[in-house]
């Protein structure tokens, strides 16, 4: 029989976390679901049984990544791939007018919550390899497609996974980032709003579902990937093509 896989997926109560872990477990993946959201962690993850488990985490804070993935080798045996999904939004606003505050915690949850899920995931797959997927954002690619913390932080991300894919790779870790265009979660609000930001911009006519990006994440995960590392993939029905 062959050995299940394991992964650990931060942000996995809702949008595209949540489509990652389902699209995981139907592969046959156990997960670790990592969020802060403990209310929406647990029920998400009672509905998937004995191959999800939920483990309440801040990304941001070491303490709890190491726990989340500790906890995937104390339930499955060992971790095959860290999602570095979770995320917030950040706050809009002119450069001139954002507090300190905000900015620091939309970097600490986006730049340092992945940073973790590297130092912390790659540990544990150290003699073993596997394979680490972070969450970026068309945002991080350009000026103007997200709020400026966001987007400086997206940027930052992508550059990381890099760094990290050029240092992981003899150990036979690979590092690739998502970067999705628009797609309908709580964190974008309502699909009609979306639907009018995107008329236009975007040359596919429908708009982005999470199980769009999940399907990616997936192949990046896995084997079927093998020789991708180091990537930044774009998810955005061409926005940033056209
Ligand atoms: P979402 O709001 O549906 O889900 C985000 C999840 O992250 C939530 O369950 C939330 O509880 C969790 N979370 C927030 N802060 C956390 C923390 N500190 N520790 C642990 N968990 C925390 O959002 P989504 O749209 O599915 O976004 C997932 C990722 O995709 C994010 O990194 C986001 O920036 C990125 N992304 C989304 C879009 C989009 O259009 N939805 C576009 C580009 C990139």
Redesign the pocket.
């Known amino acids: 029989m062959t050995e299940r896989r394991a992964a650990v997926v931060?942000?996995?109560?809702?949008?595209?976390?949540l489509a990652t872990v389902t699209r995981l477990v139907a592969d046959g993946w156990r997960v670790v679901l990592?969020?802060?959201?403990a209310a929406?962690?647990e029920a998400a993850a009672a509905g998937f049984g004995d191959d999800v488990r939920f483990v309440r985490?801040?990304?941001?804070r070491e303490a709890d990544v190491e726990a989340a993935v500790g906890a995937c080798v104390d339930a499955f045996g060992h971790v095959d791939c860290v999602v570095n999904?979770?995320?917030?939004?950040g706050a809009f606003g002119r450069l001139t007018d954002i507090e300190v505050d905000d900015w620091d915690y939309t970097f600490a949850?986006?730049v340092r919550?992945v940073f973790l899920g590297i130092k912390h995931g790659a540990r544990a797959m150290r003699g073993r390899g596997g394979s680490i997927v972070n969450?970026?954002?068309?945002?991080g690619l350009a000026a103007g497609a997200g709020p400026q913390a966001?987007s400086a932080a997206?940027a930052a991300v992508i550059n990381l996974g890099r760094t990290a894919a050029t240092e992981l790779g003899p150990e036979r870790i690979r590092v690739n980032t998502v970067?999705?265009?628009?797609?309908?979660?709580?964190?974008?609000g309502d699909g009609a709003g979306a639907a009018q930001v995107m008329a236009g911009a975007q040359p596919w006519p429908d708009l982005?579902r999470?199980e769009d990006?999940a399907e990616v994440i997936a192949f990046l995960a896995g084997d079927a990937a093998r020789f991708v590392t180091g990537e930044a993939i774009t998810v955005d029905g061409g926005l940033t093509a056209a």
């Open positions: 931060t942000g996995g109560a809702s949008g595209i976390g990592a969020d802060y959201n929406n962690g985490t801040d990304v941001a999904n979770a995320g917030v939004g949850v986006l919550g969450l970026g954002s068309i945002a966001y997206k970067c999705p265009g628009l797609i309908v979660t709580p964190l974008v982005g999470p990006v």
